[in-house]
């Protein structure tokens, strides 16, 4: 296909935006990406000609009905074009799938961590598993992103509690990826981050935070509590990185010891295992942990009295977090990921009604709580994280300029 260049004014720095409104489904017509972008027809063909050239997206010839004037050609992701590596460390194994633009995930692998998982073993299993993915696709791979459960101190990049992965504060988890990488001979740019960030960002962009001004995303996966804020479509991280770790907020001055060495955070007050410690049930090594809560909760469900305390009582917990939250940041929307979804399905009311009365603004006015949107939000979220070069750049990383 013969490239298309731009106006040396608009060209190549219209590229990025350009391609991200693609990529988010908010452009999915050359008139809206017109429209979006403040720029002429010409000008907006000639951007999507040359993303069409890069194999980023596709222009399809056919114009798009029901719209005003002259039909538009409708813009999407390209699927044979090249695609990203997003991989998910997390307490029980490792997550990892090619992921290409628009949020499209292909089949995740899901794997144990390896024996003795120190840092340096688990990023070469991670890149392992990545090099094996890569070699059986015929798509130009482009980079590669990981999401880790804990804080990331940035421009180090090194992970700051690793408490449920044991791993020693200070690890410099970027560099570590970098080198795996490059044993592999994989050449590939990378970055790594918290999963709770990652995941809302995608959902932000893809999935139940679509359209928020100010989202904010509170997650527990297998052990723990993460949270997450984006601003204007930006992750709000901090001075360093560290912002948002609501899992360290104390809602029960006397209730379980969390490894922080506090009691009481909202990691251990409302997370899978606290759930099972209030139904008195002690966790099964041998059984998924979603299995065993799913468990309680469907007792709940059916009237048993003992579980219907513990989700209450793990409700609660929640519900005096995220109020605390919200005094502070004033979000106009909430997602809960994952397990916490979970509860909000289980306890639709009560969930609401606790952040209500305990937060100065719900009183005001409900926020809306919602379940995530995503499958797989963390893993999307490592997806973004890889993309974000070439959405900044798209002709510069793809041609080597």
């Keep these: 296909m013969q490239r298309t260049h731009t106006s040396p004014d608009r060209g190549r720095a219209a590229l990025g935006p350009a391609l991200s409104l693609i990529h988010t489904g908010a452009a999915p017509t050359r008139s809206a990406l017109t429209g979006a972008l ?28 029901g719209t005003r004037g002259r039909p ?8 044979s074009g090249p695609v990203v590596v997003a991989a998910q460390v997390h307490a029980d194994g490792f997550t990892v799938a090619l992921a290409g633009l628009g949020g499209l995930l292909g089949e995740p692998v899901d794997l144990p961590l390896p024996a003795d998982p120190t840092p340096e073993r688990v990023m070469r299993a991670v890149v392992a598993e990545a090099a094996r993915q890569i070699a059986a696709d ?8 990981l999401a880790v459960p804990t804080p990331v101190a940035l421009p180090e990049r090194t992970a700051v509690a690793a408490m449920y992965l044991d791993w020693p504060s200070g690890t410099r ?20 981050a918290n999963d709770a960030n990652l995941a809302a960002l995608a959902e932000h962009r893809h999935g139940a935070g679509r359209g928020a001004r100010h989202l904010l995303y509170i997650a527990s996966g297998h ?23 609501v899992g360290q907020l104390t809602v029960d001055p006397n209730g379980r010891r969390c490894p ?3 009691r009481g955070c ?26 065993q809560t799913a468990e309680v909760l469907a007792d709940a469900a059916a009237g048993d009295a003992a579980a219907r305390a513990a989700l209450d009582h793990v409700v609660d917990r929640l519900g005096l977090g995220i109020a605390g939250v919200i005094n502070i940041l004033n979000p106009d929307r909430i997602v ?12 639709p009311e009560r969930l609401p009604d606790v952040v209500a009365d305990r937060s100065h603004w719900g009183r005001c006015g409900r926020v809306p709580i919602v379940p995530a949107a995503l499958d797989r939000s963390e893993l999307a979220g490592a997806a973004e994280l890889a993309w974000a070069p070439v959405l900044a750049d798209p002709l510069g990383v793809l041609s080597g300029d």
Excluded: K
């Design 336 to 347: 809960l990921g994952t397990f916490l979804a979970a509860l909000l399905d289980a306890a």
């Design 38 to 65: 403040g720029v002429t027809r010409a000008t907006a063909g000639a951007i999507t000609g040359e993303l069409e050239a890069l194999r980023l997206i596709t222009v399809d010839a056919r114009p798009a009905g």
């Design 72 to 79: 538009s050609h409708r813009l999407a992701v390209d699927a």
């Design 173 to 192: 988890v970027g560099d570590l990826l970098e080198q795996a990488v490059a044993e592999a001979g994989l050449g590939l740019p990378v970055d790594v």
């Design 223 to 245: 052990r723990g509590i993460g949270g997450a804020l984006v601003v204007d479509g930006r992750l709000h991280t901090g001075s360093a990185g560290l912002a948002l770790e």
């Design 266 to 291: 909202l990691d251990v007050e409302a997370d899978p295992p606290a759930l099972l410690a209030a139904a008195g049930r002690t966790p099964d090594p041998d059984r998924s942990m979603d299995e």
């Design 260 to 262: 922080c060495g506090n």
């Design 138 to 145: 015929p798509r130009r791979c482009v980079g590669l992103g």
